[in-house]
């Protein structure tokens, strides 16, 4: 799997991208086995272990509404020290109630059991239908069964094993050339529907075998997924069950301390890393044919560009357009402009590409090329710059279309 495939990513110079997964930095195991929980039969649990005491970081959905892992996971584990996760997709077990809570405990248990450890130093996940209980009767064995099944090469099992309506791969590694030596990250992720900002509806699990401190992780992963996952619209809806898990092992020897240039660059590698698999998400989103590169310039402030970015990311009006590939640049005025509303007038600029469609809030005295613009509508990947003209703020999103395929497949999701 490509993580630079977009053209909206570039890995840094100091970094290579190679064949494999989360299981690619040293000192790291995983599995993926079908457990019974989906109906096709298909992987729905995993497990991803280090061997060795870790340091690690997560990010967790503010969603008041929050599945009972990461419930679990935020108040019983050791957030600073994980050092393996156990996921189930099938069943999100989110609003379960009590039952739910004894649920993911009880796979904690059971999984750090099977590995020796202290469940303290074990997350889990889960993904899926909203409102099912889990079925523990195929839970437990298949912990059993997914402990026993952990190996060097399980990376890509674990990967499919928490996919649910996703079609894309999402898993990739790369490595770090630093000054001590060479760090390698691996990764994977889920997700394509109930996809918005505030982590988005996804799993990841980044892995590194680098010596960095939990304090500094947390900082790299907090910047890394302001660029990535936080930054990305497919629908608008944020989900239950959104998990971000780094680990980092030490295995390499390779020592990362805040302040270096070294951190600076594992940073690098890790945003580029984060920004891939986003970037994987949108274009993997139900039913998408697009991503759309949304640059907003010129804003009065931080929060105002952040603000108008997702009026237009998450505008049905916007999106469908996109998808008809109907450049109708007037969606996106009228989307700011509701977000700026009570403001003076909008007076932006919006270019498709190079291609200048409006200026001043109007639409441009020369007329766009209609073959070019015809050019830009069909590709799949466009970016789009509105300058707000009003300071010097900017954020920068990403969001796909919206298909018929987004409805048909929404419309049936649990029938």
Not at 219 to 248: E, H, P, Q, R, Y
Not at 274 to 290: F, N, P
Request: hydrophobic fraction near 45%.
């Amino acid at each position: 799997m490509h993580l630079f495939s977009s053209k909206f990513v570039k890995p840094p110079d100091h970094v290579n991208e190679i064949t494999g997964s989360v299981t690619t930095p040293r000192g790291f195991r995983a599995s993926g086995i079908a457990a019974g929980l989906k109906k096709s039969g298909k992987p729905d649990l995993g497990m991803l272990v280090s061997e060795s005491p870790c340091t690690s970081a997560t990010l967790y959905t503010p969603n008041a509404a929050a599945a009972a892992p990461i419930r679990v996971c935020r108040e019983e584990t050791a957030a600073g020290a994980l050092q393996a996760v156990v996921v189930n997709s099938g069943s999100a077990n989110a609003c379960t109630g009590e039952r739910g809570l004894e649920d993911a405990r009880a796979m904690v248990k059971l999984a750090a059991a099977k590995i020796g450890i202290d469940p303290r130093f074990m997350a889990v996940a889960s993904t899926g239908v909203i409102g099912q209980k889990l079925p523990m009767e195929a839970v437990e064995p298949g912990i059993k069964f997914a402990a026993d099944s952990l190996s060097k090469s399980g990376g890509g099992d674990f990967a499919d094993a928490i996919h649910t309506t996703d079609k894309l791969d999402k898993d990739g590694a790369v490595e770090v050339n630093l000054s001590q030596g060479t760090a390698t990250i691996g990764a994977c992720a889920k997700g394509a529907g109930m996809i918005a900002p505030a982590l988005a509806t996804l799993l990841v699990f980044v892995t590194t075998d680098a010596v960095i401190p939990a304090p500094l992780l947390r900082k790299m992963l907090t910047a890394a997924a302001g660029g990535s996952f936080n930054a990305v619209s497919v629908d608008g809806d944020m989900s239950t069950n959104d998990f971000i898990l780094l680990m980092a092992n030490a295995e390499s020897g390779v020592a990362i301390e805040p302040g270096g240039g070294d951190a600076i660059l594992f940073s690098e590698a890790l945003a580029a890393v984060c920004k891939g698999l986003a970037l994987k998400i949108v274009a993997d989103g139900e039913g998408a044919t697009k991503v759309i590169e949304l640059n907003i310039n010129g804003a009065a402030g931080a929060e105002e560009a952040v603000r108008v970015a997702g009026a237009i990311s998450n505008s049905a009006l916007v999106k469908t357009a996109f998808y008809g590939r109907d450049a109708n640049w007037g969606r996106l005025i009228a989307a700011a402009g509701a977000a700026l509303a009570g403001q003076p007038e909008l007076l932006a600029d919006i270019h498709y590409e190079e291609v200048c469609l409006a200026r001043g809030g109007v639409a441009c005295e020369t007329a766009p090329d209609p073959e070019r613009l015809k050019e830009i509508m069909g590709k799949p990947e466009i970016s789009v710059t509105l300058d707000l003209r009003r300071g010097g703020s900017s954020h920068t999103m990403y969001f796909s279309d919206l298909t018929h395929d987004y409805v048909t497949l929404n419309a049936e999701y649990t029938t």
